[in-house]
């Protein structure tokens, strides 16, 4: 199972940097999935894969809830300011990297999980079906919104309708 995980995890740590657009957040997530993982045991009727992403994005979720709890119990402007400045020098590998990971973090979570499977992780419609417990029609109709949103957000002189 140690080694099945292993294997694994070049695709998870993908995955949760596309879920939390920071390298520190994924990193954080990637270590709590593993964790995860390794302490409880594989559901019978669920591959390790599907299973494996399924954890990672529960527990983001769980984090996402956390945060908006704790935003709106304190606001603190200086501090908003200063996680800015981080997430800046974090992607300062390329503008069109800043670009893309700006205009995922602005797609709908349902969107941007569906578009990070199968554009990043090169999942088929049928995998990602069994991670995220949807149908592969609504995986094929939330892609091609994400797919369509990214486009409009990155090319706004070119909008594409769908």
């Known amino acids: 199972m140690k080694e099945e995980v292993t294997e694994l995890v070049p695709s998870l740590r993908k995955f949760a940097f596309s879920l939390t657009g920071n390298i520190h957040d994924a990193d954080d997530l990637l270590q709590n999935t593993i964790e995860k993982l390794l302490t409880k045991s594989l559901p019978q009727d669920a591959t390790l894969m599907a299973w494996a992403f399924r954890v990672c994005r529960n527990l983001w979720i769980d984090e996402y809830r956390a945060q908006k709890v704790r935003a709106s119990a304190a606001v603190n402007p200086e501090l908003q ?82």
């Open 81 to 162: 300011a200063q996680d800015e400045a981080h997430l800046d020098e974090a992607l300062s590998g390329g503008i069109t990297l800043k670009q893309v990971s700006k205009a995922m973090g602005e797609l709908p979570p349902e969107q941007r999980e569906t578009l990070s499977l199968i554009a990043i992780q090169g999942m088929s419609y049928s995998d990602a079906s069994e991670v995220l417990e949807v149908p592969a029609g609504t995986i094929m109709s939330r892609l091609a919104r994400a797919r369509s949103k990214l486009s409009n957000m990155l090319n706004p002189q070119q909008e594409v309708v769908l």
